[in-house]
């Protein structure tokens, strides 16, 4: 069947009315850090972080799984110069037993870190936004921007309240 021009005007203006109306899906499309997740993945078992939320920004770097940056703010490591408190967001793309520690300040591996900490579980792939969470130990100062040293540590290093997400 053909229709006429007016006919197919009516039943076009018809259907985009109709696709106004209806309801909208609550499906979300994919985050950045979503597609950053898959092409991050690929290089496998190591922490990155990005200098604003979602993934976003400027890359700062990443580290493999067992090291640890002890001072994102000087010239050696992985994470150098402008990389310290300059996080915003952050990834871990190591397997669920795998936890990276965030510390506020820079240090040394005999520190106490009392001036904040946070963990990254391997499973929960990244956090699109630092702001949301605080230091264990330090919860009155926000992790966004604060990330100073990091390092690969056990389970029993982190208590439950000091994973971020």
């Not at 580290?63 to 010239?75: I, L």
């Not at 965030?102 to 391997?122: E, H, M, N, Q």
């Not at 630092?130 to 926000?142: H, K, Q, V």
Request: aromatic fraction near 10%.
């Amino acid at each position: 069947m053909r229709l006429r021009k007016p006919a197919t005007m009516a039943l076009t203006v018809g259907l985009a009315f109709l696709g106004l109306s209806l309801p909208t899906t609550t499906a979300q499309a994919a985050t950045v850090c979503d597609n950053m997740y898959d092409y991050y993945n690929a290089r496998g078992n190591h922490v990155h972080a990005w200098s604003e939320p979602n993934c976003g920004g400027t890359w700062l770097g990443d580290a493999a799984q067992g090291t640890a940056d002890w001072n994102w703010g000087d010239s050696t490591g992985d994470f150098t110069g402008g990389d310290d408190n300059n996080a915003e967001s952050v990834m871990n793309t190591a397997s669920s037993s795998s936890i990276v520690a965030f510390y506020r300040l820079a240090g040394d591996p005999a520190g106490t870190w009392d001036d904040g900490y946070v963990c990254l579980k391997g499973s929960e792939l990244y956090v699109d936004g630092l702001a949301r969470n605080n230091f264990e130990n330090r919860r009155d100062l926000s992790v966004d921007n604060r990330i100073s040293a990091h390092q690969w540590v056990t389970p029993s290093a982190c208590t439950d309240y000091s994973y971020i997400s």
